[in-house]
């Protein structure tokens, strides 16, 4: 299973992005067999991922030199100690260093990359390798192969996968997925306005939260997500540990 490269949605009409597939071209089976087909090696790819795993998402414009790099690393290697997985987006700043991390204490590395206008290259530390054309289909797999997600600092990307599987928690679709969020200083403003804007308004209520937690320790955020793994957890984050509390 190691050392799997593919491109998913190379068919042969040539290269495909989600740019071809929002135009109205008409070209509904084109399109729709490009979707298959990038799912079904998407699918393919998560059943070889052998054992738990987790997501862990980040910005891709940091460096060795900061902290965050370094506290990501040491949270790769620590899942890879628990004998986990560890899935990131394949590219460079958090997400090689959870992947370098993994690897480097004999785990198992895996990166969904994404074909991007200005593409984003993989990462040196990756025993399996998938790169996507379609953001729907990438973000599929970061939730269909993990047992829970770890988000460090990021951009607009990091937020997309926060708050989508925050949708995915809240509305039921999947169960046992704790969040954690690395990085105290930075998710504590955004934890007070969830909490004084949209609690307080009654627009999000306090179980739709009961899975995410923020902590500035990888060991705390392993244990989060293995804990959470063993007992089957739904909403039930010890009191105190909850968003906000």
């Given at each position: 299973?190691?050392?799997?490269?593919?491109?998913?949605?190379?068919?042969?009409?040539?290269?495909?992005?989600?740019?071809r597939m929002?135009?109205?071209?008409?070209?509904?089976?084109?399109?729709?067999?490009?979707?298959?087909?990038?799912?079904?090696?998407?699918?393919?790819?998560?059943?070889?991922?052998?054992?738990?795993?987790?997501?862990?998402?980040?910005?891709?414009?940091?460096?060795?030199?900061?902290?965050?790099?370094?506290?990501?690393?040491?949270?790769?290697?620590?899942?890879?100690?628990?004998?986990w997985a560890?899935?990131?987006?394949?590219?460079?700043?958090?997400?090689?260093?959870?992947?370098?991390?993994?690897?480097?204490?004999?785990?198992?590395?895996?990166?969904?990359?994404?074909?991007?206008?200005?593409?984003?290259?993989?990462?040196?530390?990756?025993?399996?390798?998938?790169?996507?054309?379609?953001?729907?289909?990438?973000?599929?797999?970061?939730?269909?192969?993990?047992?829970?997600?770890?988000?460090?600092?990021?951009?607009?990307?990091?937020?997309?996968?926060?708050?989508?599987?925050?949708?995915?928690?809240?509305?039921?679709?999947?169960?046992?997925?704790?969040?954690?969020?690395?990085?105290?200083?930075?998710?504590?403003?955004?934890?007070?306005?969830?909490?004084?804007?949209?609690?307080?308004?009654?627009?999000?209520?306090?179980?739709?939260?009961?899975?995410?937690?923020?902590?500035?320790?990888?060991?705390?955020?392993?244990?989060?997500l293995v804990?959470?793994?063993?007992?089957?957890?739904?909403?039930?984050?010890?009191?105190?540990?909850?968003?906000?509390?």
């Amino acid at each position: 299973m190691f050392g799997l490269v593919a491109r998913a949605g190379d068919v042969e009409t040539g290269r495909v992005d989600d740019r071809r597939m929002f135009q109205r071209d008409g070209q509904i089976e084109r399109q729709v067999r490009e979707i298959q087909d990038e799912f079904r090696t998407g699918f393919e790819t998560v059943k070889r991922i052998d054992r738990p795993a987790v997501s862990i998402f980040g910005s891709a414009r940091i460096g060795p030199a900061d902290a965050a790099y370094g506290s990501a690393t040491a949270t790769g290697g620590a899942f890879a100690h628990r004998g986990w997985a560890v899935i990131t987006g394949g590219g460079p700043g958090v997400m090689e260093a959870a992947n370098r991390g993994c690897r480097d204490a004999g785990g198992l590395s895996v990166g969904f990359n994404i074909q991007l206008p200005h593409e984003q290259t993989s990462n040196g530390y990756l025993d399996i390798e998938l790169t996507f054309h379609h953001f729907y289909a990438r973000k599929t797999m970061f939730v269909k192969a993990a047992e829970g997600f770890v988000v460090f600092p990021g951009g607009f990307g990091t937020l997309d996968e926060l708050y989508e599987s925050l949708t995915l928690v809240q509305t039921g679709v999947i169960s046992h997925f704790p969040i954690v969020l690395f990085g105290t200083q930075h998710w504590r403003p955004l934890l007070d306005w969830t909490n004084t804007e949209l609690l307080s308004g009654g627009l999000v209520s306090l179980e739709d939260l009961r899975l995410v937690s923020v902590t500035d320790d990888p060991a705390e955020a392993v244990e989060t997500l293995v804990a959470c793994y063993e007992r089957r957890c739904f909403h039930d984050i010890a009191d105190g540990e909850a968003l906000g509390e």
